[in-house]
Each structure stands twice: as C-alpha cells, then as structure tokens.
C-alpha cells in the first residue's frame, strides 16, 4: 500500500485531526493566532524576551512583580507614557535609548472590564475561593469593585491575576488607551512585527532578540508618519 493511499483511508476513517497534529505546522496557522492589529510597548531597554514579572517602575514604595506586560495600540499613547515616566528630555536616559517595539499579540482570551458576563465570572470565582465577611474576602473585595473601571493598578493584585488565569484569561483591558496586560508575554502570546515563522522558538519568547527597535529618541515624535509593519 502506498503512503498516499494509506494516509487517505486515514482521514476516510476521520482521522484526520490525528494527520493535523503530526504534521508540521504552517505559516498561515501561526500568524492566525495572532490579533492583526499592530500594538506598541515602550521601555528604556533593549528587549530579548518579555518579562511579565518585572517590577513597576512608577510603583517607588510598593516594590512588586507585575504579573503582566502591557502594549498599546495607540503609538500616541505609548509616546506620551514614554515622555511622562521616563522624562526623555534627560540627556543621560537619552543615551540609554528610549524604544518602542511593534508586536503582534494574541487577544483572543482577554478579560473584559465591560463585559458583564466576564466580572460576573471573576466575582463568582473570588466568592468559591474565598469565605465572605472573612478578612481574606474583604480585603479582595476591596479591589473587587473598583475592576470594572479597567484601572492597571486594581488589575495587578497578585489574587485577582490568579483568579483570571484560572479562568482561563490570557490578560486583561485595561482604561488606559488601546492598552491591554498579558500575562504569557514571555510564552508566545507576543512576536514582532518582524518576526519569521520558527516552530521551535515559537513558545521560547526570544521573538524579539534580533529586531531593530521601532523608533529611538530621533525619530520618536515622528511615529505617527511610520508605515505600520505587517
């Protein structure tokens, strides 16, 4: 019997999702996963693998992991937190280089601060895990209320990122512009726009690691003339 008619009976037979699984992956079935809007991330530093776990360097006195990585889809916005936090008029950062990186990311599981259904399930969550009028419940309740604002900072607390990745979210929205939190920002939910199909790097996170940064402190106000990359 020949391989072709062998691997026909197969998929007569329905297995066809079995064939699917061994054989390799396309290019096409990567970039589907993957939202076709362009989002931007600034930092002050070169970027091989995003770390979702790095400190917030607004938070001076509440020195914690962030538990995720946030990009926007708005270059404007992300140029102003740019200007606003990491003071780009001062010539010694200048000389660190002040980057934003254009990726592609994937959305398709985001928590949604105005989906009603999505809070309904976060409280319910918080209610199972939690006995209410314990001290423990209070204090997460606290914060609780105020997540339908889509407030960054109510999204970081360590128990309300637990409860969303155990129901099964990839991030969240948050109020600010365009912007959103990935919690597997290091995991392949993130590539650059540049970024070419490799099978074996695709759950590495190093997808960044060879790509020229998107604009530097010279050409940082003329981001919105740039051609958006595919």
């Avoid at 990585?69 to 001062?90: A, K, Q, R």
């Avoid at 010539?91 to 280089?97: A, F, H, W």
Wanted: hydrophobic content about 30%; overall charge negative.
């Amino acid at each position: 019997m020949s391989g072709i008619g062998a691997l026909g009976k197969i998929i007569a037979k329905g297995g066809g999702d079995v064939i699917r699984k061994i054989l390799p992956k396309t290019s096409k079935d990567y970039y589907d996963q993957f939202d076709p809007q362009t989002y931007y991330h600034a930092t002050m530093e070169d970027i091989d693998v995003f770390d979702p776990n790095k400190m917030n360097p607004m938070a001076e006195f509440d020195e914690k992991p962030r538990g995720a990585t946030y990009f926007s889809s708005s270059p404007e916005y992300v140029n102003e937190y740019l200007d606003e936090y990491f003071d780009i008029s001062n010539p010694n950062q200048y000389e660190t280089g002040a980057r934003i990186y254009p990726v592609k990311i994937k959305t398709k599981n985001l928590f949604d601060y105005e989906n009603k259904d999505h809070i309904n399930k976060l409280e319910s969550k918080i209610k199972d895990e939690f006995e209410i009028g314990s001290s423990e419940y209070e204090e997460i309740d606290d914060v609780l209320q105020y997540i339908p604002n889509g407030s960054w900072g109510d999204f970081e607390n360590s128990t309300i990122q637990k409860s969303l990745k155990d129901l099964g979210f990839s991030g969240y929205k948050t109020s600010e512009p365009g912007t959103v939190g990935l919690f597997n920002s290091d995991k392949g939910d993130v590539r650059s726009v540049f970024a070419k199909f490799d099978p074996k790097q695709e759950k590495s996170g190093e997808i960044l690691a060879t790509v020229t940064p998107y604009a530097t402190m010279g050409t940082i106000g003329a981001l919105a003339g740039l051609e958006d990359a595919t």
